[in-house]
């Protein structure tokens, strides 16, 4: 849902845990003119389509790749007793709508009950 607190709790996560880095959905919005309109005359900023995915994955993998350089270049400040430590938090109302190509769900079948 949107407006149901996760920027509030990503928020307040990122002050209690060390070398929290947050990556928001909301700033991989693409630009106004490529958001389609509904039948209804308005934008549709709440589907997934309306999202640059793929560059926000980019992001992500650049966590991946250097967890302390994202987080200095993103000015967090990493904490020399917990520098081994570093988390990652993606904030967005559409994550799981998202397949990553080429990744495929498990049956059900397949998962542990």
């Not at 209690?16 to 209804?40: M, T």
Request: hydrophobic share 40%; glycine share 8%; charged share 20%.
């Amino acid at each position: 849902v949107t407006n149901g607190g996760k920027t509030t709790l990503t928020d307040s996560l990122l002050k209690a845990l060390p070398n929290c880095c947050v990556i928001h959905q909301d700033d991989f919005f693409k630009p106004q003119d490529q958001i389609a309109v509904g039948e209804d005359g308005f934008k549709q900023w709440d589907v997934l389509e309306s999202l640059d995915m793929e560059a926000m994955l980019a992001t992500v993998r650049a966590w991946l790749c250097g967890p302390q350089k994202f987080a200095r270049a993103h000015g967090v400040s990493v904490r020399p007793d917990a520098a081994d430590t570093h988390i990652l938090i993606l904030d967005g109302f559409l994550l799981y709508s998202y397949r990553l190509p080429g990744r495929h769900e498990a049956p059900r079948a397949a998962l542990p009950a």
